[in-house]
């Protein structure tokens, strides 16, 4: 059997129109973004604010809302931390959830380490925050509140738009970490009154080593004290010579996915629906599936077997069982277990996550695969 990619929530591959509008800023249009005194840069400098505005189209934001990093962890650290040192002199805490990508939890127990207050509100059995619990976190010391939109191994959406409004009526930020959903989902920060949002290109059939960060200019107009100093890049947010190739792939890969959105959604439903209804009559748990998930997204328990016997048995699929940022880790899902798995039951749950060059025929593979491991 021919190898089968099935995790594309860990990346996806750079799409062809991306990949050639990339190209040229390798080679013939080579110019520095911040050279101010000649074409070359002139024409770098305009490549990356098209770009930028190609990114606050996909997510109803203004392009000098829009700043450029390295990736989503990136962004992450500077939002996480450039808030807590804005703001301390107003309070020093932070609440957050349990099942956070590691970019958000590391990022919040270091800032433990220098001053921060940092509240972990857990999940339900569903994977979904309890807005009763998210209220009562909050105290007069809260600055900000970073929940994110999908979780990255479940696909669990939470009610980002509910639980801004629950923080804004305590004069708090919110922070939302959409990696995983911005090009797979319609996103708008309006809509979910989101202050600070982080998102990345490869996640969205664009390049790695690009991502966006998303701060509010406007009611209210959000302040980040910067991480880095030197040369005055994005605002004095993000100091560094820009990276114009995958800038340029990331604005790229932002306007495909706003023209094909609504397809590739009906594409991945429909394989999702697919394939959980093939595993209906084995013995196995779909994580998450009683409340919204992204429509790629597939978190399976197998039970009645172990994580060797499971690895053994889907030798050529492409999986993962959890985050791809803390797969050498080789510990339990920490999104699992939040969500009341036990560490044996979370080392047997598989992340199968779909992608527009997913197919059928793919899945009836692996379904063969499952179904002749437990026969």
Same mark, same amino acid.
């Given at each position: 059997?021919?190898?089968?990619?099935?995790?594309?929530?860990?990346?996806?591959?750079?799409?062809?129109?991306?990949?050639?509008?990339?190209?040229?800023?390798?080679?013939?249009?080579?110019?520095?973004?911040?050279?101010?005194?000649?074409?070359?840069?002139?024409?770098?400098?305009?490549?990356?604010?098209?770009?930028?505005?190609?990114?606050?189209?996909?997510?109803?934001?203004?392009?000098?809302?829009?700043?450029?990093?390295?990736?989503?962890?990136?962004?992450?650290?500077?939002?996480?931390?450039?808030?807590?040192? =804005?703001?301390?002199?107003?309070?020093? #805490?932070?609440?957050? &959830? %349990?099942?956070?990508?590691? @970019? /958000? $939890?590391?990022?919040?127990?270091?800032?433990?380490?220098?001053?921060?207050?940092?509240?972990?509100?857990?999940?339900?059995?569903?994977?979904?925050?309890?807005?009763?619990?998210?209220?009562?976190?909050?105290?007069?010391?809260?600055?900000?509140?970073?929940?994110?939109?999908?979780?990255?191994?479940?696909?669990?959406?939470?009610?980002?738009?509910?639980? =801004?409004?629950?923080?804004?009526?305590? #004069?708090?930020?919110? &922070? %939302?970490?959409?990696?995983? @959903? /911005? $090009?797979?989902?319609?996103?708008?920060?309006?809509?979910?009154?989101?202050?600070?949002?982080?998102?990345?290109?490869?996640?969205?059939?664009?390049?790695?080593?690009?991502?966006?960060?998303?701060?509010?200019?406007?009611?209210?107009?959000?302040?980040?004290?910067?991480?880095?100093?030197?040369?005055?890049?994005?605002?004095?947010?993000?100091?560094?010579?820009?990276?114009?190739?995958?800038?340029?792939?990331?604005?790229?890969?932002?306007?495909?996915?706003?023209?094909?959105?609504?397809?590739?959604?009906?594409?991945?439903?429909?394989?999702?629906?697919?394939?959980?209804?093939?595993?209906?009559?084995?013995?196995?748990?779909?994580?998450?599936?009683?409340?919204?998930?992204?429509?790629?997204?597939?978190?399976?328990?197998?039970?009645?077997?172990?994580?060797?016997?499971?690895?053994?048995?889907?030798?050529?699929?492409?999986?993962?069982?959890?985050?791809?940022?803390?797969?050498?880790?080789?510990?339990?899902?920490?999104?699992?277990?939040?969500?009341?798995?036990?560490?044996?039951?979370?080392?047997?749950?598989?992340?199968?996550?779909?992608?527009?060059?997913?197919?059928?025929?793919?899945?009836?593979?692996?379904?063969?695969?499952?179904?002749?491991?437990?026969?």
């Amino acid at each position: 059997m021919p190898f089968i990619y099935l995790d594309y929530n860990a990346t996806t591959p750079v799409n062809e129109v991306v990949v050639q509008a990339m190209l040229p800023f390798f080679t013939d249009n080579f110019g520095n973004a911040s050279s101010a005194t000649h074409q070359a840069g002139w024409y770098a400098k305009q490549a990356t604010e098209n770009a930028r505005q190609q990114v606050a189209t996909l997510i109803g934001a203004q392009p000098d809302e829009i700043i450029f990093t390295s990736g989503a962890t990136e962004a992450v650290n500077i939002a996480l931390q450039g808030i807590y040192h =804005a703001y301390k002199t107003k309070g020093n #805490h932070i609440v957050t &959830v %349990t099942t956070e990508h590691k @970019a /958000v $939890g590391d990022t919040c127990r270091y800032l433990e380490t220098i001053g921060a207050n940092i509240t972990f509100v857990p999940v339900n059995t569903h994977g979904q925050l309890d807005l009763n619990a998210l209220t009562q976190a909050i105290t007069p010391n809260t600055i900000a509140v970073c929940v994110m939109l999908a979780n990255n191994e479940t696909g669990v959406l939470q009610p980002v738009k509910e639980i =801004a409004e629950i923080v804004h009526k305590y #004069h708090c930020l919110m &922070v %939302t970490d959409a990696t995983q @959903a /911005v $090009g797979k989902i319609p996103v708008d920060v309006n809509t979910l009154a989101v202050d600070v949002l982080v998102c990345s290109a490869h996640k969205m059939y664009g390049p790695k080593g690009c991502g966006a960060l998303y701060i509010r200019r406007k009611n209210p107009r959000v302040h980040l004290k910067p991480l880095l100093f030197g040369g005055g890049h994005e605002k004095n947010i993000r100091p560094g010579t820009l990276n114009v190739p995958g800038i340029v792939g990331m604005g790229a890969a932002a306007a495909l996915a706003q023209t094909n959105l609504t397809a590739q959604m009906q594409h991945l439903n429909h394989l999702l629906h697919y394939f959980e209804d093939a595993l209906h009559q084995l013995p196995v748990q779909i994580n998450g599936n009683k409340v919204p998930r992204l429509p790629n997204t597939s978190s399976v328990t197998f039970t009645d077997t172990t994580a060797t016997q499971l690895y053994k048995a889907l030798p050529q699929i492409g999986v993962a069982n959890g985050s791809a940022c803390t797969s050498a880790l080789q510990q339990p899902s920490h999104v699992l277990q939040a969500m009341g798995l036990t560490a044996d039951l979370a080392q047997t749950t598989l992340r199968f996550s779909f992608g527009v060059p997913t197919t059928i025929q793919q899945l009836n593979d692996v379904i063969c695969l499952i179904k002749k491991m437990y026969a």
